[in-house]
């Protein structure tokens, strides 16, 4: 019998049969395979109302008051979280109000009465007021060692209140300090006035709001003053006034006034001006007062000074607020 060759169809299905056969003894012979890892879909829950308790919930146990000597920490009774504070059944009783209230120290004030010696009554009146009061003598005024000399002896502070030209038509006297005086006429008539009497501590000006403001003159002032370990109490009669800070400059103890009691010469304004002396002086701790031998000025202060007092204000002549940083040389 004759061999015949098999066609194309025959050949294609021996190869895909044999094809077949080889992968199921692969798929026998092979370990099966893990699924690949999905996450499970996520249930967001629905939040509802919580059922109402059934037992009622107990407050924490009570803070105890802390013993003395115990630490902060066992104020609390069960609880984790300790007062920072103590907790105490003592009352607190409340400091009782003070009318006027005074700062620790008491609040200092220096009264000055200008234009001494004119008028001898209410010169000599002045006099008579407490010694911590201090009085300022002008230099042409009549009989002036007689009259210092008994002011003196009662224990007031002297100062030499020194005539200076104003800037209206008033008359400040004789021997004034002009603007329009040569430098040497300035300097003899201050000497002459420094002359006058002895025993002082200072000077200020009388009137002057026009020669205050005037630098070259008081320049001629401050040097006698330095010259003579005096010190300046500026009258402030001139808001423009150099005299307080050419003596700063030129290390010149010095001071400046605060309040003029008797511009006005009724009680009520006398007395508002005193009042305004004690809230100056609780402000900044002290006050410089100036007045003027008036009947009425030294009546109001024979009342004042005294009441004042009581309240816890202290009375010192001028000079210890000058001196309060150094003593006097």
Avoid: C
């Avoid at 092979?30 to 109402?52: D, G």
């Avoid at 410089?288 to 030294?298: D, M, R």
């Amino acid at each position: 019998m004759r061999y015949k060759k098999p066609g194309l169809i025959a050949s294609f299905a021996l190869v895909l049969g044999a094809v077949v056969a080889l992968g199921g003894i692969y798929l026998t012979l092979s370990p099966p395979q893990p699924a690949p890892h999905r996450p499970a879909p996520v249930e967001v829950p629905v939040l509802t109302a919580p059922p109402e308790a059934t037992t009622p919930i107990m407050p924490p146990p009570a803070l105890q008051p802390v013993p003395p000597g115990s630490s902060p920490e066992s104020a609390a009774v069960g609880d984790e979280r300790a007062q920072p504070e103590a907790i105490t059944t003592t009352p607190i009783i409340p400091a009782p109000e003070v009318p006027s209230p005074v700062p620790q120290g008491h609040p200092v004030i220096a009264i000055i009465i200008d234009d001494m010696g004119l008028d001898l009554k209410n010169s000599k009146r002045a006099a008579m007021l407490p010694a911590a009061v201090t009085l300022s003598y002008m230099p042409y005024a009549p009989g002036l060692h007689d009259q210092t000399q008994a002011a003196s002896d009662q224990g007031h502070e002297l100062m030499l209140h020194m005539p200076m030209e104003p800037l209206g038509r008033d008359d400040p006297g004789p021997g004034a300090l002009l603007v329009g005086l040569q430098p040497d006429e300035i300097r003899q008539r201050f000497q002459k006035a420094l002359g006058s009497f002895i025993g002082f501590d200072g000077v200020n000006n009388h009137m002057g709001s026009k020669f205050t403001a005037d630098p070259a003159g008081m320049e001629i002032v401050l040097d006698e003053l330095q010259q003579r370990h005096l010190f300046f109490l500026d009258s402030r009669t001139n808001a423009k006034s150099v005299g307080y800070a050419l003596a700063r400059q030129h290390s010149l103890p010095t001071i400046g006034r605060d309040v003029f009691l008797d511009d006005d010469i009724k009680a009520d304004s006398i007395d508002k001006q005193l009042a305004s002396t004690e809230k100056v002086a609780l402000r900044k701790g002290y006050a410089v007062a100036i007045g003027h031998p008036h009947a009425l000025t030294l009546e109001r202060l024979e009342q004042w000074l005294p009441d004042a007092e009581k309240r816890g204000f202290k009375f010192v002549p001028v000079r210890e607020l000058v001196y309060k940083d150094s003593p006097p040389p």
